[in-house]
């Protein structure tokens, strides 16, 4: 395998049945200040690792306009535009910020609206590839704000639409209004509680992208829970850590999110990385 496919070694995944992209991608938010709030100490350091990410195959990109906010998705654009033909920039709108590691939902149609075209501008697509609410607003109906996000689609902005922390009756009651090609949820080893709605979406052939694959680092580190494993393996805890989220189902798609070119270049080396049976069982063990 050259390094610069490595990526795609993980598979491939159709993102609304259409959309192909390598399994293994890239979440955008720890490219940011410190809260994800604010620009990054070094923005050319966080340029180098978007680009050295597509260079080693990745073509799935997770961003949002509340990282920074407009801090995540301007980087994208000056890194990496013009874009290459295969590459797929996922967006978010429906969080607003106050301040660092401060976040809360509006939903309503026009907020919703302006962000989506905001995110047209600065990530400079004529369409965005797959536009995610990034949480449902419980002070706004629901079918007003997928209601938005459908009317976006039928004008052509958005292609394919996706969900962000939800339950299974979410993404039903979502799904009267809307195809949802996607769904986020917190989901790594230490964390499983979105097991029945990846399940859900593994037969349905939705995209489930866990957010939090590496446990914010947590899993990692040398007296972490897959330290002993990782040493036993001749791997990282987090090529573990992702290898088995790959596994896990064919509709996950792992966006570990690193603002260090060495830990990418770890992460991506777990596309490579088959585990056994047993290697599996023992992960889904910890
Ligand atoms: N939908 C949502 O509500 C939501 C919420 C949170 C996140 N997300 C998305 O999910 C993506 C992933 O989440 P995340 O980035 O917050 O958490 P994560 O991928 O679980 O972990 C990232 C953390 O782990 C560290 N790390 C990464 N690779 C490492 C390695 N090989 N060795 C040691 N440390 C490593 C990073 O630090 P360094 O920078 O030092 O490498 C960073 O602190 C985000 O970027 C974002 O796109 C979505």
Redesign the pocket.
Known sequence: MTSQTIAGASGTFAIGGDLPVNRLGY????LTGPGVWGEPRDPQAAAAVLRRAVELGVNFI???DSYGPYVAEPLIYRALAPYADDLVIAT?AGFTRQGPNKWTPVGRPEYLRQQTEMSLRILGVERIDLQ?L??IDPTVPLEDQVGELKLLQDEGKIRHIGL??VSVDDVEAASKIITVASV?N?F?LARRDAEPLLDYATERGIAFIP???????KL?GDGGPLAELAAKHNA?A?QLALAWLLRRSPAMLP??????IE?LE??LRAAELELTDAEYDELTAV
Do not use: V
Not at 27 to 30: D, L, P, S
Not at 255 to 260: D, K, L
């Open positions: 979440g955008t938010m720890q997770d961003t949002a978010k995610q990034h949480r962000s922390e986020q917190l790594n957010w939090f694959p590496l446990a914010t680092g990692l990282s987090s966006i570990p999110g690193t603002s260090s830990h770890d992460n």
